[in-house]
């Protein structure tokens, strides 16, 4: 197959999954909402502490943090 067979392709799977459904009826017990803001709140912590990780290795690298934080304690 070539490129624009593939793309071709593709673009028609894209078109039938978006536009030739049915309605699902799912039903989301309320567990479902505080799952929802568990994987909210865990992905903003994960951020945070790889966002302060970085930061302190930026510094470090730079020479502006002090010997406590390039030796990792």
């Known amino acids: ?3 624009y067979e593939v ?3 593709s673009a028609a799977a894209l078109f ?3 536009f030739c459904t049915a ?3 799912a039903y989301l017990d309320p567990g ?3 799952m929802i803001i568990q994987a909210v709140i865990a992905a903003f912590a ?3 502490v790889s966002l302060g990780l970085f930061w302190k290795r930026l ?3 730079f020479g502006r943090g002090s010997k ?3 030796d990792g304690k």
């Open 1 to 3: 197959m070539n490129r």
């Open 32 to 34: 479902t909402g505080s």
């Open 68 to 70: 406590e934080d390039s």
């Open 23 to 25: 309605p699902a009826w």
């Open 59 to 61: 510094r470090a690298f």
């Open 16 to 18: 039938v999954s978006l």
């Open 46 to 48: 994960a951020v945070g």
């Open 7 to 9: 793309s071709a392709l």
